[in-house]
């Protein structure tokens, strides 16, 4: 398939999108949630949590935030016994979902609360949804969906009455989408807490900024991305131009992390046009370098994987898309291409493979109840994808 018919089929896939929504509606109702290893009584689901899977451990590289992960710990375990709220603020990429999930399945944390849940919120949302979607975490065998607003929010309320709850919602955009949840979160004076993660400074809540990575920190988080990604481990005589390209990377993770899935699939020789790219656009700005980066890593791109990336662009920001449908649509679509040595299905994970190794892609939670694997689209990726799709419908 030429890749200038790949938008009118992605256009199709539009279409689909109402029943990809049905699907994970009934998903959150029938019950899916990652089950603790412990029998304590506890109800939460980890969102983009690396999983066990044998997929890829790429993405497995942690970033060293330990000491802003302990300073939120001891804000949700200490403190009033009034409901509070912290805000977990910072630019697009500096891995404010990866604290939020660091804090979320910390032991102390899952063990001081009864309830915890997680909720995605994104800049589109529909205030139904993520009530369900809380509600499936708390109560994941009852079936919610024939209810409307107002009766989900007082079910919400009951749910968590007496009890002491840790709700986090991600990806805040703005105070309305908290306003529109707020009155669902009862304060019954037992230390309960709302995390809350956004780019936007002035949401409500004890803000906690977000440092940006020193040049020393991004060059750590680069090496350890690389000596996963080449074989062999990270080339010691590179050294200086791999600090180079770190520090041009504004101490965004996202941005260290995308760039070493460039640099893991180029000839060595090539790293010196990539640092010279970067070094280019380092007055622009954090923001516009991680969309530069984004751009280069679609440029290196093998032409057979571009339609698979812009394929996300169908699904919702940060949706846990199944890993088996997601490559039979890729299949059915006709973006695999036929070897008569292997089957369609290892073809198209293969692609999948490429992607999350180049750090476009991360690995989801397994399904515990079906033993099915997830992928979830980065945020900022999706908001690229877009874009770049919509230049290319303009011009064709």
Not at 137 to 154: G, N, R, W
Request: charged share 25%.
């Amino acid at each position: 398939m030429l890749f200038d018919d790949v938008t009118a089929e992605i256009k199709l896939l539009k279409t689909k999108t109402g029943e990809i929504d049905s699907i994970e509606a009934q998903k959150r109702t029938d019950g899916w949630r990652d089950v603790p290893s412990q029998g304590r009584k506890w109800s939460g689901v980890f969102h983009q949590v690396p999983s066990q899977g044998t997929i890829s451990t790429i993405n497995k590289v942690a970033v060293c935030l330990k000491d802003q992960e302990q300073t939120i710990i001891d804000q949700l375990i200490g403190g009033s016994l009034q409901l509070d709220i912290i805000s977990i603020v910072g630019m697009p990429g500096l891995g404010k979902t990866f604290l939020a999930e660091r804090v979320y399945r910390n032991p102390s944390i899952t063990s001081h609360f009864h309830i915890l849940a997680w909720c995605c919120i994104s800049q589109v949302y529909c205030k139904k949804d993520l009530l369900l979607g809380i509600l499936a975490c708390i109560d994941p065998k009852a079936q919610y969906s024939e209810m409307d607003e107002d009766d989900l929010a007082h079910k919400l309320c009951n749910h968590l009455r007496k009890q002491k709850y840790l709700i986090v919602l991600d990806d805040v955009w703005d105070i309305e989408a908290w306003n529109a949840l707020k009155i669902s979160f009862p304060d019954y004076a037992n230390g309960s807490r709302i995390i809350l993660t956004s780019r936007h400074h002035g949401i409500t809540g004890k803000p906690h900024h977000l440092r940006p990575l020193d040049e020393e920190e991004s060059w750590e988080l680069l090496k350890k991305k690389l000596s996963i990604t080449i074989e062999g481990g990270y080339p010691v005589e590179l050294s200086v131009l791999g600090r180079q390209i770190a520090k041009n990377c504004s101490g965004l993770p996202l941005s260290i992390v995308i760039i070493s899935g460039i640099l893991g699939t180029l000839d060595q020789g090539r790293w010196g046009e990539v640092a010279e790219r970067l070094d280019s656009n380092s007055k622009i700005g954090a923001t516009e370098q991680c969309k530069s980066i984004l751009e280069l890593s679609y440029i290196h791109l093998p032409d057979h994987l571009k339609p698979c990336l812009l394929y996300f662009s169908a699904f919702r920001e940060d949706q846990e898309i199944s890993v088996k449908r997601l490559m039979w649509l890729w299949i059915a679509e006709g973006f695999v291409r036929k070897k008569e040595s292997e089957s369609l299905e290892k073809l198209a994970e293969g692609y999948l493979i490429a992607l999350i190794n180049r750090s476009l892609v991360m690995e989801g939670q397994k399904d515990p109840l079906a033993g099915s694997r997830h992928v979830t689209f980065m945020i900022c990726c999706m908001s690229f994808v877009c874009e770049k799709l919509k230049i290319k419908i303009f011009y064709i």
